[in-house]
């Protein structure tokens, strides 16, 4: 979870190994039609519901035992996949992934992330953060 652009965030995924050389990665982003549809909010929403079904349902029918997937979403995407109606789709997602890259996120984002994770897949969760901005999600 970071406030970073995407490509930075993708850049230190590799240099952690969070992101390795072979990994398949998903993004869930918003597109440019939905801007221009008579109702983009909706549009916005019914697109990122089936983007994230979608990647689900690769991961599933994903035949190579060993394939590992990324997750990557942005701060503006991920406002619609933490609604209410799609937010379950997109933590079982998330927990079908080797790695998650939430980029361009606010802190707020971050706290939803934290608690979601935490709440919805009964685990042990770990936040780290080094400055004020990171309060909420610790």
């Known amino acids: 979870l970071t ?3 995407m490509e930075t965030a993708i850049n230190i995924g590799y240099a952690c190994s969070l992101l390795r ?3 398949k990665q998903i993004f869930i982003a918003l597109k440019t039609e939905e ?13 990122i ?5 979608n990647a689900s349902q690769m991961v599933k029918l994903e035949k190579d035992p060993h394939a590992a997937f990324a997750l990557i979403i942005d701060g503006k995407t991920l406002a619609y996949a933490l609604e209410d109606d799609i937010k379950y789709q997109f933590l079982a997602l998330a927990v079908d992934c ?5 980029c361009r996120v606010s802190p707020k984002q971050k ?5 979601l994770a935490k709440e919805g897949s009964g685990k042990t969760t770990l936040a ?11």
Do not use: W, Y
């Open 49 to 53: 519901l089936m983007q994230i079904l």
């Open 35 to 47: 801007e221009i549809s008579q109702d983009p909010e909706a549009a916005a929403r019914e697109s």
């Open 21 to 23: 050389q072979g990994m």
């Open 98 to 102: 080797a790695s998650v890259i939430c």
């Open 3 to 5: 406030g970073d652009k």
């Open 128 to 138: 780290i953060g080094d400055g004020a901005n990171d309060v909420g999600m610790i």
């Open 111 to 115: 706290a939803l992330v934290t608690r």
